[in-house]
């Protein structure tokens, strides 16, 4: 039970390997159980007791560091009061802590009293893990000699977590706050009495309404999440890669990010940007593998139907992230050979070595914002389509028939830890394809290798007949119609990078805005990252829709103040129509 500065006292499982002396010390601070994440299985052997972040013998447990796991205050056998992702002391915490003095509480506290350490200290942790491990760089203590943050929170309205461009990703939000926030050991769990999300969400017709079936208001964040549905000073003053961006980077730091991540998209590469300017004296490192939420700590040789060949993740853990922990933190510092940007291309399915992120080689092969056009009659392409300027193409949609996420019957709110949900973003997006409500723009078959290196931007000049909206597009890599070896990917349509924009934000995300009915609007958002080859025989497909449900609530399209707490009779359909010849396109980051 270690003192924090303000006398709460948090609960630390220190492991030592037996006889080890002078050795560096591996922290990870989570919300999720110590006692739990360090007894994983009874054993003589330190990596055995580890769940997940020491696998079996490649990474760093039992061979030389001391591992030590902490509940963070207000969760599971720590003292004080749980806030969830407490922000930074200052307006948004009157207090006098956070998880930055806590982490350094914490460090000053092992240094002093951990005789078989070195001194030296790392910090490791995979989203809101990662999360506590980013608050170990704001305020450093001098002991913290690393850190690798992988997969974290970061902005829950930009992209992770919460929102995506201010939609309320309603499935695996409501269900993990009401787990997280309502007990101090998780154990109320979220109950459904409908084996489909897609009726229950339905049903309940609004997030609040499904929230407040389970007397969610009783939980102080979801009660946030409903009072700030923008972007404001809320999400705005604890933006991590906002407060990073204010520090000095004065620790070696491996930002660790999946290219499917289903969960926290957005963050690493928010904070790559943020630090990538004070990178003066080159530790900041970026690792990108083709993963989702956590990948990076299992078995990583498929994803979903994806096989790579290899096992991505193993290549990770032992040519990145165990030179980087032994070459900043043990006593003779081994030398390592590690990029500063270490990329899975996939497609091609092949580690790149680059030097900055996004770089199309190790060379520096020009990375260019290129147009690829929707065009007229469903095609897509890159030369700018001829034909009148009013032309277009349309689709109604219906928020009573929204289009369903993945294939239905959908169950993941009362288990959104299994495979469906980690492997959602690969699947097959050919039952999108069938729906009136999905538009469908597809180039043709390539005779030469794309490659993108970066983030692609979705340009929609649309008009609706309503009067808010939301506007989904994919960037899918359509297969051959027949695959050697793995028959079953004939015809797969695999998201290389997809997302969702509020349509009321399009002009900015601080303030709501009502869309003039049927006036064309320009929809301008970006993608998350992509590093990517579309091979010869394969096409490119870009789809647009306006729901994506129940992952995200559905849009009234008819402008209200709160659509959190939107009536069933403020839901109207609309008539969507998307300028088609040469007004809408996708900029993609495309590799000369």
Not at 79 to 93: A, C, K, S, T
Not at 121 to 144: K, R
Not at 467 to 491: N, Q, R, S
Request: with cysteine; aromatic share 10%.
């Amino acid at each position: 039970m270690i003192p924090m500065r303000d006398g709460v006292k948090l609960h630390t499982v220190i492991l030592i390997p037996k006889g080890l002396t002078h050795a560096p010390i591996l922290l990870t601070r989570t919300p999720y159980d110590a006692d739990e994440l360090t007894d994983y299985a009874h054993s003589a052997h330190l990596a055995m007791s580890l769940d997940g972040y020491d696998n079996a013998d490649d990474i760093e447990s039992g061979d030389g560091y001391i591992r030590v796991v902490q509940d963070v205050r207000g969760k599971y056998h720590s003292e004080g009061d749980y806030v969830m992702n407490r922000p930074l002391v200052g307006p948004l915490n009157p207090t006098k802590v956070d998880d930055s003095t806590d982490c350094y509480d914490t460090i000053d506290w092992l240094v002093k009293n951990t005789p078989e350490s070195n001194g030296r200290v790392g910090t490791i942790g995979i989203s809101y893990d990662g999360f506590t491990t980013l608050m170990s760089l704001i305020h450093p203590h001098p002991a913290l000699k690393a850190s690798v943050p992988m997969n974290p929170m970061v902005d829950g309205w930009r992209g992770d977590d919460w929102f995506h461009n201010g939609a309320f990703r309603m499935l695996g939000s409501l269900n993990y706050i009401y787990e997280q926030e309502a007990t101090r050991k998780n154990d109320e769990k979220w109950w459904t009495d409908h084996y489909d999300d897609y009726d229950a969400a339905l049903q309940a017709v609004s997030a609040d309404g499904l929230a407040q079936s389970h007397a969610e208001d009783q939980v102080g964040f979801y009660r946030k999440l409903k009072e700030h549905p923008a972007y404001d000073s809320f999400w705005q003053d604890q933006a991590v890669d906002k407060e990073l961006a204010r520090e000095p980077l004065s620790v070696p730091t491996m930002l660790v990010h999946s290219l499917w991540d289903q969960e926290d998209i957005y963050g690493d590469l928010a904070v790559y940007k943020a630090l990538l300017p004070k990178n003066t004296d080159g530790t900041l490192y970026l690792v990108m593998g083709p993963w989702h939420h956590g990948g990076g700590i299992e078995e990583g040789s498929t994803l979903g139907p994806l096989v790579f060949g290899q096992d991505t993740a193993l290549a990770f853990r032992t040519n990145f992230l165990r030179p980087f922990l032994d070459h900043y933190l043990k006593d003779a510092a081994p030398p390592m050979d590690v990029a500063p940007v270490n990329a899975f291309l996939t497609g091609a399915n092949t580690w790149e070595k680059l030097q900055t992120w996004p770089s199309g080689c190790d060379s520096g092969c020009p990375v260019t914002d290129t147009k690829l056009y929707l065009q007229p009659d469903g095609k897509l392409g890159f030369d700018t389509p001829h034909g009148p300027e009013e032309s277009y193409v349309s689709y109604v949609s219906d928020p009573l028939k929204p289009v369903p996420f993945i294939q239905r019957p959908i169950h993941l709110l009362a288990d959104s830890e299994g495979p469906l949900w980690q492997n959602w973003l690969v699947s097959d997006q050919r039952e999108a394809s069938t729906r009136p409500d999905v538009l469908i723009f597809t180039s043709a078959r390539l005779t030469a290798p794309v490659k993108i290196a970066g983030e692609p931007i979705a340009n929609l000049v649309a008009s609706t007949t309503g009067t808010d909206g939301d506007f989904v597009v994919k960037l899918i890599d359509v297969y051959p119609d027949e695959v050697p070896v793995h028959p079953e990917m004939g015809g797969y349509q695999l998201m290389i990078s997809a997302d969702i924009l509020r349509g009321r934000y399009r002009d900015g995300p601080e303030v709501a805005k009502r869309i003039p009915a049927l006036q064309d609007q320009r929809y301008r958002f970006t993608l998350p990252a992509a590093n990517h080859v579309f091979l010869p025989g394969h096409r490119i497909m870009v789809q647009v829709q306006s729901t994506w449900f129940p992952l995200y609530d559905r849009n009234p399209q008819n402008f209200v103040d709160n659509i959190f707490t939107a009536r069933a009779s403020d839901y109207k359909r609309a008539e969507i129509r998307v300028r088609d010849a040469g007004q809408s396109f996708v900029e993609l980051p495309l590799v000369k």
